[in-house]
C-alpha cells in the first residue's frame, strides 16, 4: 500500500531547520541532508538569524524523489540535539 501525498515525485521541497545561533549549523544541517540525497546544488542553502540574534534558520532546497526520502531527512534532523525544529 503506497502512502498518500499531494507531492508528485521528483520536485524541489524546501527544508527548513532551526537551532541556537551556531557558525556550524547549516554545515551540520547540509550534512545530515547529503545523507539522503546525492547533492546539493550551488546557491540551495540559505541561513537567516531570528530577531535576536540567538537562534538560526537554515534552509535547504532539494531534489526530493519520495515521501520516505523526506521523512527520513526530517527524522534525522529532529534526532540531532542541535536542531530544535525541522519543518
Known sequence: MSEETLLEFPCQFPIKAMGKNDVELDLLVV??????????????????????????????????????????????????PLVLMAL
Request: charged share 25%; glycine share 6%; no cysteine.
Open 31 to 80: 550534512e545530515i541532508i547529503l545523507r539522503h540525497v546525492p547533492e546539493i546544488k550551488e546557491g540551495a542553502v540559505t541561513t537567516r538569524p531570528s530577531k535576536g540574534g540567538n537562534y538560526t534558520a537554515v534552509t535547504v532546497t532539494i531534489e526530493a524523489t519520495s515521501k520516505k526520502q523526506l521523512d527520513a531527512i526530517y527524522q534525522d534532523l529532529t534526532d540531532h
